[in-house]
């Protein structure tokens, strides 16, 4: 069974102004799938020590998905906490994410979503709005359970 943390960035979301749907969304899109996982989903605002306490705090799990934080605005700060958190960087994930996500829409290209590895968890940067994550989660859906078999030294 994988250990999934969902973590919405959104200084919105935190405060209330702003009802989350990307985080509800990827817990949905998981819990309807084969795969069998916990999946736990946490909100937190776009500051670089909460977003850092967040994913620090659910290191040991399989899987970190993180929601929102990944344009070019000023405020947006999750791939840089990320991959300063991250030991090792898994880059074919965020390109086949922006890749098949412009496919969609142009504006993906805005994206700078990253995707590493900390110890025996893996990290991924989704966009904020409901249609990226949806993009992003049907992607990487069919790939999660061979990743940490791979990163857990299993047979690939």
């Not at 020590?49 to 344009?71: R, S, V």
């Not at 390109?95 to 893996?122: D, N, Q, W």
């Amino acid at each position: 069974m994988l250990e999934v943390a969902v973590i919405t960035v959104s200084d919105r979301a935190f405060k209330g102004e702003y009802h989350d749907h990307s985080g509800p969304t990827i817990v949905e899109m998981i819990n309807e799938s084969p795969i069998e996982a916990n999946v736990s989903l946490t909100i937190v605002p776009d500051d670089k020590a909460q977003i850092k306490t967040a994913i620090m705090h659910n290191l040991g799990k399989d899987y970190i998905l993180t929601t929102g934080g990944t344009g070019i605005s000023p405020g947006d700060l999750t791939p840089e906490v990320t991959q300063d958190i991250c030991e090792k960087e898994v880059p074919g994930i965020s390109e086949m994410l922006r890749h098949e996500s412009y496919k969609e829409t142009p504006f993906a290209v805005f994206s700078r979503g990253y995707c590493g590895i900390r110890g025996r968890t893996i990290i991924v940067n989704f966009p904020g709005s409901v249609k990226a994550v949806t993009i992003c989660t049907k992607l990487i859906l069919p790939i999660m359970e061979h990743g940490i078999q791979m990163l857990r030294g299993g047979k690939h």
